[in-house]
């Protein structure tokens, strides 16, 4: 088992391999990023109401109803859940939603808009970094 290691960590292919991955990752993420962007100037905010818990494995995700514009009622659940349980039924909540696609709305929190950008730049940036260590290494 050690030798497959000592291979693999010794493997100028894969650290590319490793770069390549990163590089895709770390784009994906700008790509996110600048949607998520693109969303926050073109949304609207408003308040909505958590109407219920949906558990999911063992997270609790929220269920939120809200208004549109037009006087809509719309539903979603949130795509952040926690355990514990970060919100209670009922509580208040800050929604950004497109008029166009009210169904597509996001809560209006750190963790729902900037969370999926943070995680795929940063493993990008990890496996960037790491696969040109290892690149430098095996090339000296």
Do not use: D
């Amino acid at each position: 088992m050690s030798s497959i290691i000592n291979r693999m960590n010794n493997s100028l292919k894969l650290s590319y391999l490793y770069l390549l991955l990163g590089i895709i990752a770390f784009i994906v993420g700008i790509f996110v990023t600048t949607n998520t962007i693109e969303f926050t100037q073109q949304a609207i905010n408003t308040k909505g109401k958590v109407s219920s818990l949906v558990v999911v494995e063992t997270k609790f995700y929220p269920e939120v109803t809200f208004s549109s514009s037009s006087n809509e009622t719309h539903k979603f659940i949130s795509n952040s859940g926690c355990k514990p349980a970060c919100y209670k039924k009922g509580e208040s909540v800050n929604v950004l939603y497109l008029p166009n696609q009210p169904s597509q709305a996001l809560l209006n929190s750190f963790v729902s808009l900037w969370v999926p950008t943070l995680l795929t730049c940063g493993i990008g940036l990890i496996f960037i970094a790491f696969s040109l260590l290892q690149i430098k290494r095996l090339k000296a």
